[in-house]
C-alpha cells in the first residue's frame, strides 16, 4: 500500500498562475482534508471532505478550491497564486472511527510563490 | 472556535528523562489527537483519544474532559525521539484544529 500520496514535491510558481496539488489514498478512507503549515502557526485547515461529492470548507479556503470526484483523490486548486500562499501542504486521510480515528499524512509539498 | 494551546513550546532533555508535554483547549471537543512530525518534515498519528488513557510503547497520552487537558508522556527518553509533537482537536473526520506544537531535542 502506497498510503497518502501527494504530487509534486515541491513546486515555484510566479504571482497569479495556477496550478492543482494532487492527493490520492488507495485506503478506501472516506474523509480526506488539505492542512498548509507555516512557521509559528501551526497546522491550518484549508477544506476537507467527508465523502465523493461532499467538500466543506476549513479555516482557510480563500484562494483554494477542491473536488472529491472519486473517493481516492482529493486536489487542491490553488487559482490564481500569491505570495501568502507560500508554504507547506499537507493532504491526509482517514478512515473515521472504524479505523480508530487515525489520520494518515502525505508526505507534504513545499510550493514557492514568487 | 477552539484555541488549542501547548506547552512548553520548546524542550530539552537529556536521554532517559520522563517527559511531559501539555495541551489545552477552550470548549467541549468529541476527540483529541497527538501526533509527531520528524525532523524531516513527516507527520504520524500517534493516539486519538476522547477518555482516559491510551498506552503505545513509552508513549502514554492522557484526556481529562472536565478540566479540557490532555498530556503526551514519553517514558525513558531518547534521542530519536527527537521531534515536534502536535496536538490537535476534532473528531474522526479530519477538520482538525492544531496547536502550534511543542519541539522536543532528547540529549544523548
Known amino acids: 500500500n502506497a498510503g497518502v500520496t501527494q504530487t509534486p514535491k515541491f513546486q515555484v510558481l510566479k504571482t497569479g498562475q495556477s496550478m492543482t496539488l494532487q492527493c490520492a489514498q488507495d485506503m478506501n478512507h472516506e474523509y480526506m482534508s488539505w492542512y498548509r503549515q507555516d512557521p509559528g502557526m501551526g497546522l491550518r485547515l484549508i477544506h476537507y471532505?467527508?465523502?465523493?461529492?461532499?467538500?466543506d470548507q476549513g479555516e482557510v479556503p480563500n484562494g483554494y478550491n477542491v473536488s472529491r470526484s472519486t473517493t481516492e483523490d482529493f486536489p487542491l486548486r490553488l487559482l490564481s497564486a500569491a505570495p501568502s500562499q507560500t508554504s507547506v501542504y499537507f493532504c491526509?486521510?482517514?478512515?473515521?472511527?472504524?479505523?480508530?480515528?487515525?489520520?494518515?499524512f502525505g508526505a507534504g509539498t513545499r510550493l514557492s510563490v514568487l | 472556535k477552539n484555541e488549542v494551546e501547548q506547552s512548553p513550546q520548546n524542550l530539552t532533555a537529556q536521554e532517559g528523562e520522563f517527559i511531559t508535554i501539555n495541551c489545552s483547549y477552550s470548549v467541549g471537543i468529541s476527540a483529541l489527537h497527538w501526533l509527531q512530525q520528524h525532523p524531516g518534515g513527516g507527520i504520524v498519528s500517534l493516539f486519538m483519544?476522547?477518555?482516559g488513557k491510551k498506552k503505545h510503547g513509552r508513549l502514554i497520552a492522557t484526556i481529562n474532559i472536565q478540566e479540557k487537558h490532555s498530556s503526551l508522556h514519553i517514558t525513558a527518553s531518547h534521542p530519536r525521539d527527537s521531534a515536534v509533537y502536535i496536538c490537535?482537536?476534532?473528531?474522526?473526520?479530519?477538520?482538525?484544529?492544531f496547536g502550534k506544537g511543542t519541539k522536543l531535542s532528547v540529549k544523548p
Open positions: 491526509a486521510s482517514s478512515g473515521g472511527l472504524a479505523g480508530g480515528g487515525i489520520q494518515y
Open positions: 483519544l476522547s477518555s
Open positions: 471532505s467527508v465523502g465523493a461529492g461532499i467538500t
Open positions: 490537535a482537536e476534532g473528531g474522526s473526520q479530519g477538520n482538525l484544529i
